[in-house]
Structure formats: structure tokens, C-alpha cells
């Protein structure tokens, strides 16, 4: 960056949309080019070469078996009247959903792991009750499930001895490997579910003591015990779901070596970008993981993200903050640049993990709140509108699962700056479509060049500003005025703002 180039962060206390959570820095940063009147020459740039697989959500099974027994003002009516309406508007393709061992298998269903005592499962327990309502929806619309096996739970005797955390690394292998492929079994033979694609044994194995080399033996053991039970070709085998490490990859680097004949797909959490993060590092860090797993000719996926204002496991400062949206979608564009097959966002909406957690615990990173006496001790309080308010984020990250297909082909449009992204998709149908993040203070004017055939015609326009959100649920609508192409597509994202192009 020369002398003339400079950059100021501006400090954020309140989001004006939503109540804004405690001070953290906001998306606004200075114009790193001089100001100009001339347009900003961009090109859409080769393929990855990676197919998107889905952009989606975590959506844990928590709201019949723990939100409701707490009596908080939730309803049973709520999940169709809410979360079924939300995920429709907004066409989510993928669901990351967490399932604990004890729901369906309490206590040992006898001392052979070899063979399975049907009669010592508890399937219609009220947790895999819970269950089935999520993949009741993911089988409704189509929409792809990873189900994760999380841990084994403190007390149940898949974890033995172990009692440092609440789930721990399971003590037997193989009974671990047997609750397991009992619950694909029935849920696929038996409940006849094909919207599970995936598994993952285990959420963030870096965290436990047990070295990447156990993880990776137990990996081989789940292969062969899904092999021997004839359901391994039944799902892919999504491994590592490491985390980021603070941007380390030795995590994902063992687990590429050690598991390049078992696992079908590799994926990482992060939440290490922010507002200060120039778009390289992101797109860097995503380009050395999908290197990494490209040599063993597997894709990468990002299975979880989030903001790096991190408090906790359960609070991001900027949750909800109008900014938070522009960021969101500028770590999406940086990732899929640097070849992520896609992402998951954590998560879908606030709730409960556990009936017995105290509030300081509730998950509060959804895209939506959950409902509004539970927040009365925050300052903005007064400031929640109704039940299940949405967050500003809500309508940004809709863009991106609205728009962004499963099958598309990712091309980065590089702009030469550290904050303004953009990347271009190319959906199955052939049709594109043109996302930017200007999280700087001043508007772009760009005149884009795609020369990758087809991209002449109308695109209607989409705009992420504030000011213009909808104030209901509903989807952000497009621009009265469309944008006509013949040659360049010339258009100025305005200063704050996420920008949606798409082809008619």
C-alpha cells in the first residue's frame, strides 16, 4: 500500500436495524484506490474447478426436545410457522446436524459390538423424535443432511472413564463404530430417508487429546464397519471437520495422509476472519486447504463459519450488526475463490442446547433470535420487535442461498483490493450470477468483462443496504431497474453494501 493509499476503521457500538449487541469493529473501511470517476475495470476469472456442492446452514435438533420443555414462550406451532416458512424463503441446500449416541442408544445394547440388539435402542426417544422433524423438512425440500455423530457424552459408556468435557473421544472404537452404523441403518432402511448424503464421526476431533492418527484409525474402522453393514456406499464419509487452528493446517494435513482411501470429502470450521482481515488471507488460508485435499482428488468444504468476534462458543459481539452481513458475504465469496466446494453457516437460529443450560449458554449466532422474553437481560431488549426477529444477516446470507445453486461453477473476479470481493457463479441452467461485498466507505463503480461465454442479456439487481432491508421475513425483492449487458456489465455497488447481479 503506498502513502496515498489509506484506510480508516470505524468502531460500531448499536446496529440501528436490530439492537446491536456491546462495541465491536464494523464493516466500514476507506476506499484503498484513489477516488475516481472512472469505473474500476474487472474480469471474471478461470473456473476453480470445483463444483459448489451447497451453501447452507447448521441446524441442530434441539427446538422439540429442549426448547419447548423450557415453557418460554415457544410453541409447537412455531416450527412450521417459522423455521419451515424461513427455510423455504430462503432455499437452503444443505443441513449440518449434530446427533448424540445417547438419544437412541442410552446404555450398551449388549457386550458384543459385532452384533446388534435392535431391542436395545430407544429410536423414538424425544431427542430423535426432534430429529426426524429436521430431516422431515431436509426430506420435504431436497436439501442435503451431513448428520455428525458429536461425541460421546460424560456418563454414557461410550466414553468409559472419560470426564474432561462434555463429550469426550469414545473409549471403545468399535462399540462406537456399531451405535453409529445402527443409527444410518435404521434411518435410511428403516425410516427410509435419502436426504442424508454425509456422516462425520466426530465435531472438531482437533479439540480432544487424541492424536490425529487415532482419529483417523477410528475412520478406518467406521469404513469397515459401514462396509461389513452394506450401507458404506449409502453415504459419503466427510472427514477431519477440523478447526481452524488459528489458520494452522497440520490437523487437515494428517488427516489428508492418513485418510486419502476413506474419505469421500474433507471439510474445516473457521472463525479467524473479521472485519480487519484483508480478502487475500481468507482467500489463502481456503486455497491451501483445498490444495491440500486436492491431492488426494477430494473437494474441500467449509463445514462451519462465523465471525471472529468470538465469545465464547456461544456469542459473536456483532451478531447483530447490519456490518455483520456484508461481512458474512465476503468471507463466503473469499472462500469459494480460494476452491470451497461451499459452506455451512453456524447456525440457523438462537436456541437452547440443553433444557438445564443456564441463558449464558443459549446458542445465540442464528440468523434469527429466538423468542424475545429470554433476551430481557440485554440492553437491547426494548429494541426486539417480536418473537423470532430476524437479524440483519438474515437477508444477506438469503442472497447467497437463494442464488448460489448446488452445481454451479465458482470464477473469482479479482478486484486488486483488500476489502471490496467479488466472485462470479455460473449456475447449472448456464445462467450467471455477479456477487460483490464494498464493506468500504465509498461506493464502486466497476465495469465487469465476462469472457466466458453466454453472460450477455438483462440481470436483475439485488441490494444488501441499509435502509432498504425488508422489515419482515420476506426476502430482499430486486431493484425496479434492471442491468442490461452487451459487452460489459457497468454498474456501482454502493459504498456498504452486498450487491447481487443475476442473469435473466
Not at 487424541?210 to 477410528?218: H, I, P, Q, R, V
Not at 453393514?229 to 494435513?253: A, E, K, W
Not at 473469499?334 to 476452491?339: E, I, Q, S
Not at 432491508?469 to 454498474?491: C, F, G, H, R
Amino acid at each position: 500500500m503506498t502513502v496515498r493509499y489509506y484506510y480508516i476503521f470505524v468502531i460500531l457500538l448499536l446496529a440501528a436495524c436490530s439492537g446491536g449487541s456491546s462495541s465491536t469493529s464494523g464493516e466500514d473501511k476507506k476506499d484503498t484506490i484513489p477516488s475516481t470517476t472512472a469505473a474500476k475495470e474487472l474480469t471474471v476469472g478461470v473456473s476453480t474447478g470445483v463444483t459448489l456442492r451447497s451453501i447452507g446452514v447448521e441446524l441442530d435438533p434441539h427446538f422439540f426436545s429442549q426448547n419447548l420443555p423450557l415453557n418460554n414462550g415457544a410453541k409447537t406451532e412455531d416450527w412450521d410457522n417459522i423455521v419451515v416458512k424461513r427455510v423455504k424463503l430462503m432455499g437452503i441446500q444443505s443441513f449440518r446436524v449434530m446427533v448424540l449416541p445417547s438419544w437412541y442408544e442410552p446404555a450398551n445394547d449388549n457386550d458384543d459390538p459385532n452384533t446388534i440388539n435392535w431391542g436395545g435402542f430407544t429410536f423414538n426417544s424425544t431427542e430423535m423424535q426432534s430429529l426426524y422433524k429436521v430431516l422431515d423438512l431436509a426430506e420435504s425440500q431436497k436439501i442435503q443432511v451431513t448428520l455428525n455423530l458429536w461425541g460421546a457424552p460424560r456418563g454414557n459408556f461410550l466414553a468409559g472413564s472419560l470426564s474432561n468435557d462434555w463429550v469426550v473421544f469414545p473409549q471403545n472404537i468399535d462399540e462406537w463404530c456399531e451405535n453409529f452404523s445402527a443409527l444410518i441403518q435404521y434411518l435410511i432402511n428403516t425410516k427410509k430417508y435419502t436426504c442424508i448424503k454425509e456422516i462425520t464421526p466426530l465435531n472438531e476431533p482437533n479439540s480432544f487429546s487424541n492424536s490425529s492418527l487415532d482419529y483417523a484409525n477410528m475412520c478406518k474402522t467406521l469404513h469397515n464397519r459401514f462396509s461389513k453393514d452394506g450401507i458404506r456406499d449409502r453415504v459419503s464419509f466427510d472427514l477431519s471437520d477440523n478447526t481452524d487452528q488459528g489458520g494452522s493446517h497440520t490437523y487437515l494435513t494428517d488427516c489428508v495422509s492418513y485418510l486419502k482411501d476413506v474419505a469421500d470429502v474433507y471439510n474445516s470450521h473457521t472463525y479467524i476472519f473479521g472485519y480487519n482481515t484483508v480478502n487475500s488471507t481468507i482467500s489463502n488460508w481456503e486455497s491451501l486447504n483445498h490444495q491440500l485435499t486436492k491431492s488426494a482428488s477430494k473437494n474441500h468444504f467449509v463445514g462451519e463459519f462465523g465471525s471472529d468476534q468470538c465469545v465464547g462458543s456461544s456469542r459473536q459481539t456483532d451478531i447483530n450488526l447490519y456490518e455483520r452481513g456484508i461481512l458474512m458475504t465476503r468471507i463466503v465469496i473469499n472462500l469459494l475463490n480460494g476452491g470451497a466446494s461451499g459452506v455451512n453457516y453456524w447456525q440457523l437460529f438462537d436456541q437452547y442446547y440443553s433444557k438445564t443450560d443456564p441463558y449464558s449458554a443459549m446458542q445465540q449466532l442464528g440468523l434469527w433470535k429466538y423468542v424475545k422474553k429470554v433476551y430481557s437481560s440485554e440492553t437491547y431488549y426494548s429494541s426486539i420487535k417480536s418473537d423470532y426477529e430476524v437479524r440483519p444477516q438474515y437477508y444477506a446470507y438469503s442472497l447467497l442461498t437463494r442464488f448460489l445453486r448446488s452445481g454451479a461453477e465458482i470464477h473469482p473476479i479479482p478486484t486488486g483490493e483488500d476489502y471490496f470481493a467479488g466472485t462470479a457463479v455460473k449456475n447449472s441452467d448456464g445462467k450467471w450470477v455477479y456477487v460483490f461485498a464494498n464493506p468500504t466507505s465509498k461506493e464502486k463503480k466497476i465495469s465487469l468483462t465476462n469472457g466466458r461465454g453466454n453472460a450477455t442479456g438483462t440481470y436483475q439487481v439485488y441490494r444488501y443496504v441499509k435502509g432498504e432491508l425488508p422489515t419482515t421475513d420476506e426476502m430482499i425483492n430486486s431493484a425496479s431497474q434492471t442491468v442490461s449487458v452487451t459487452d460489459k456489465l457497468t454498474y456501482t455497488v454502493p459504498a456498504l453494501s452486498t450487491v447481487l447481479l443475476k442473469q435473466n
